[in-house]
């Protein structure tokens, strides 16, 4: 099961801890949807993204680094930041992600928050009850009041202003997997995030980073767990479900920008990752925002 609300367009919410944000809309994702349906590889250039683990555990790409998260933990996805939940991997957690626009610091770029860079995941402990309850009251929230979407304003500006604390004042563990991730390595996941949606040939990029194709493969997988290509169509089912769910773009251009050959190849892919099809993907999240 999974559920999604959304404000009506114009609810904006101010309060007295800094930043301050607008209340986008929340995700509720149950542990049964988790283990069938991963969110993969993808980003948002205009809103920051708080997704907290109320059960459970995983892992969580975020920058191209793997976290293990757990019940209790948030991880912090600023603006322009690849995320999603590693794939090939089964998840049994239970999530709330709260999504915020507005967010301004100074000398930062719109919608992050200074300190995620290294390390964006929080543990909470002593007040995970109030962040707990912040969630439910989100999650319980009629937003077709203009009265519960004023109150959905403030309660998501307390979260992240507790989001901000815990991240400036406070010491959390560092849920970081070690690797010994190389710097080119991260360049070419770079490379690859820009270029997704292009031709990719591991020759060409052999010869574009000046390595073997074949010595280049191998350490890619050694160091990130999947091969190129597979992270190459992570990212792009990744970015499919971004706008399946949040846009009205037809299937079959989504398809097309991807870089499918055709809309049956594309069907075919995604549910082969995501385990329904592109079309049943789009109603379910259609159904429950109605």
């Known amino acids: ?12 919410m101010y309060a007295d801890a800094v930043p301050t944000a607008q209340f986008v809309h929340l995700h509720f994702v149950d542990a049964k ?3 069938q349906h991963s969110q993969l590889l993808h980003k948002h250039d205009d809103v920051l993204e ?3 683990v109320m059960k459970g555990e995983g892992q969580y790409l975020v920058a191209g680094k793997k976290y293990f998260v757990r019940s209790g933990n948030l991880v912090i996805c600023n603006a322009g930041v690849m995320h999603g939940e590693e794939p090939f991997r089964r998840h ?3 999530s709330y992600c709260c999504v915020l626009q507005g967010v301004a610091l100074r000398g930062m770029q719109p919608n992050t928050l200074s300190g995620a860079e290294n390390n964006p995941v929080l543990y909470f402990l002593e007040d ?3 962040v707990e309850h912040i969630l439910l009251a989100l999650h319980a929230l009629d937003q077709q009041s203009a009265v519960h979407q004023a109150v959905s304003g403030q309660l998501a500006n307390a979260l992240l202003g507790i989001v901000y604390e815990k991240l400036h004042w406070r010491q959390q563990p560092n849920g970081l997997v070690e690797k010994n991730t190389e710097e080119f390595i991260q360049n070419i996941m770079q490379y690859l995030d820009t270029h997704f949606i292009e031709p990719l040939q591991l020759q060409e990029l052999g010869m574009r980073f000046h390595i073997s194709p074949f010595y280049l493969a191998h350490i890619f997988k050694a160091e990130t767990g999947i091969s190129m290509m597979k992270y190459v169509m992570c990212r792009k089912i990744g970015e499919s479900q971004n706008l399946l769910m949040n846009t009205q773009i037809p299937i079959g251009v989504i398809s097309e920008k991807l870089g499918f050959s055709d809309h049956c190849h594309f069907s075919t892919t995604f549910k082969k990752y995501i385990g329904i099809t592109p079309t049943q993907y789009r109603h379910h999240f259609q159904k429950i925002s109605n």
Do not use: A, C, T
């Not at 099961?1 to 904006?12: A, D």
């Open 50 to 52: 708080l997704f907290y």
């Open 128 to 130: 995970r009850d109030v």
């Open 92 to 94: 049994n957690m239970e």
């Open 33 to 35: 949807y988790h283990e």
């Open 1 to 12: 099961m999974i559920s999604h609300i959304e404000p009506k367009e114009g609810s904006r």
